[in-house]
């Protein structure tokens, strides 16, 4: 299958992928003093895949960003193991293939389906004990650029990924733990080869060769990246997760993995405050989902410190108080047209400059109320109420408002300043439905790619605390999500689970990658599976497109010339742009002798695939 991709960028050196990058913000997000600064995709693009169809399944399918993943995955459902099993097993391998992403030195959030009741867990990394408020601020009291502050031990927060998956296991898992790792450690010691998306990430990473540990493993002698299809093998990795399989994640927080850990963030040049006392006392959470009706459907996703959950049911009310106002702004009957651009589709005009004002309202509240409510009080119930969301669904005309301010929700209790620093995470995606109609959707993450850059036995560390503001207080204001000891950043996740509102029946696991756009992404598909009826693969390719409350963002080169203009005519600044997303879904299916199964989906923007039997 990796023979059919693609690839557009992996021949290319890092300082012409650099280059790329800079030429891509240079030309395509021209300046405006209306509209903000946004970062680019957290991940390059590395080609489009033409080849995907839905898969189809009769009692089980795992979907992963890696084929190498979701096989591992099926490999567990076939052992008649649950859907988080799946997700463990999935995890696992995702820490070898795909380092850039996500791992072990990583965070996760976990929506789960358990055929009575939607769980949620939270393995969001935490703020060290020793972090202030200041963690990125300069001596002169500006913030720093990006790049320092990612790269070393400043921005590691407390990994959570591996207790969240402890706590959802020890509740619904059905094999035992030290089997969940098999494959990955097989694939660790018998080695697997570089994919091209891995090479094109390796290879436009400038920040990499200053690593010694990552050069030792990704770089060739002469400094150059080794070649697609090259035989990886991580023995110090593979003696990590025999660990982990034996002793389960005290191996990771206490003795001398944690040591090891601690001392690469508190004696790298750049250093970071993680103590052992914050390694051990870390603990995952569950959470109370957060549900909300659209039209028919329930969507369930995550709540705070995650905004994803909130956003997503933002988006989805303000369009449906949107069509109860007005039923010429119904979506459904604007089904999406062909084309000839590589996704063979496109939303019709009308249908992305609704939703991309839905955007504009929702991250203009983002931005200001949510964050961690462990530690400051996040109107949830408020920013998600029907009313609240039709006076917001007021304010959308048929011209492009361009820059939302927030809205004022009911139980706003504290006055923030607006979080302004822009938010780059490097995630990956695998959902999972199991043999008795259990099932997962996980976002997990290391935040930018390859997180730290520092490399611990194999496996890379977050730069998790870069998701807090760098910018703790404006004119004497605090902004919610500023740095806190103990305190988890916010994040764009969005791991989603849609059901029939009357059956109760589960319809779909969804979820995606992709920095700040992961919202946009999720809403989209969502959209694409509820209101234009798409097979999971069509509602994956259809091109990205939204608004993170700056310019109207669209995928580069997957719209139509009269799209754009059509756009400009309603008043929207266009920006097209990579939209790197890493969509997996998997949908319940229901034939005409009203016989159900399951359908699958991957993003043809990255390297993953569905498997199921």
């Not at 051990?280 to 410190?305: F, H, I, N, S």
């Amino acid at each position: 299958m990796l023979a059919d991709l693609k690839p557009n960028l992996h021949r290319l050196s890092a300082v012409s992928l650099l280059a790329v990058a800079l030429a891509l913000v240079a030309c395509k997000a021209p300046p405006s003093s209306t509209t903000p600064a946004l970062p680019i995709a957290p991940e390059i693009a590395s080609g489009y895949r033409t080849d995907l169809q839905t898969r189809h399944a009769d009692k089980h399918m795992a979907a992963a960003a890696n084929p190498l993943a979701a096989e591992a995955g099926r490999q567990m459902l076939r052992r008649g193991g649950s859907a988080i099993d799946a997700a463990i097993a999935m995890q696992a391998v995702l820490t070898l293939v795909e380092p850039q992403s996500s791992g072990i030195g990583g965070g996760a959030f976990i929506v789960l389906w358990d055929g009575k009741a939607v769980r949620t867990y939270d393995g969001r990394e935490t703020a060290p004990a020793g972090a202030t408020e200041r963690l990125f601020l300069q001596a002169d009291g500006k913030p720093m650029p990006f790049t320092d502050a990612q790269i070393g031990g400043r921005s590691v927060g407390t990994p959570g990924v591996l207790r969240a998956l402890e706590l959802a296991h020890r509740k619904h898992g059905r094999l035992e733990w030290d089997t969940l790792f098999e494959p990955a450690i097989a694939l660790a010691e018998q080695g697997f080869a570089i994919s091209p998306r891995l090479h094109s990430m390796i290879a436009a990473d400038a920040s990499l060769p200053g690593s010694l540990d990552m050069a030792a493993y990704f770089l060739n002698a002469d400094g150059s990246p080794k070649a697609v299809g090259t035989r990886l093998k991580n023995p110090a990795l593979a003696d990590v997760l025999k660990r982990i399989a034996r002793e389960g994640p005290d191996a990771l927080y206490k003795g001398p993995i944690a040591e090891e850990i601690v001392a690469k963030v508190q004696e790298h040049a750049n250093p970071g405050s993680l103590s052992l006392n914050d390694l051990q006392g870390y603990a995952a959470r569950e959470r109370a989902p957060l549900c909300t009706d659209y039209k028919r459907w329930q969507v369930c996703g995550m709540a705070p410190p995650s905004s994803g959950g909130i956003a997503v049911a933002q988006i989805l009310g303000t369009l449906q108080a949107l069509e109860q106002r007005d039923s010429r702004t119904a979506l459904a009957p604007m089904k999406p047209v062909k084309t000839e651009k590589p996704a063979g589709i496109e939303p019709t005009p009308e249908a992305v400059h609704l939703i991309a004002e839905a955007e504009r309202l929702t991250y203009a509240d983002r931005a200001l109320y949510v964050a961690d409510s462990d530690f400051v009080p996040v109107p949830v119930k408020g920013l998600i109420d029907p009313g609240y969301l039709a006076s917001r669904a007021s304010l959308i005309g048929p011209r492009s408002m361009g820059i939302a301010k927030p809205g004022t929700p009911p139980g706003v209790q504290v006055a923030y300043a607006p979080d302004r620093s822009p938010l780059r995470i490097s995630t990956s995606q695998v959902v999972a439905v199991d043999d008795q109609g259990g099932a997962v959707s996980m976002t997990t993450t290391v935040e930018s790619a390859f997180g730290s850059h520092l490399m611990v036995r194999g496996f890379m560390l977050n730069n998790q605390m870069t998701d807090f503001s760098f910018i703790p207080e404006e004119n004497g204001q605090k902004v919610a999500n500023r740095v806190e000891p103990g305190k988890r950043p916010r994040s764009s996740m969005a791991p989603t689970l849609i059901f029939d509102r009357q059956s109760g029946e589960l319809l779909a696991a969804v979820g995606s990658p992709g920095g700040s756009q992961i919202i946009e992404y999720v809403a989209k598909s969502v959209i694409g599976l509820l209101d234009w009826d798409l097979d999971a693969q069509t509602a994956i390719n259809l091109p990205n497109f939204g608004s993170r409350n700056g310019p109207t963002e669209l995928e580069q080169g997957q719209f139509s010339p009269t799209l754009i203009q059509a756009l400009k005519n309603k008043g929207h600044a266009v920006s097209e742009i990579d939209m790197t997303s890493g969509t997996q879904a998997i949908v319940r299916v229901r034939d005409a002798q009203g016989k159900t199964s399951l359908a699958g989906g991957a993003d043809p923007r990255r390297e993953g695939q569905a498997l199921g039997d």
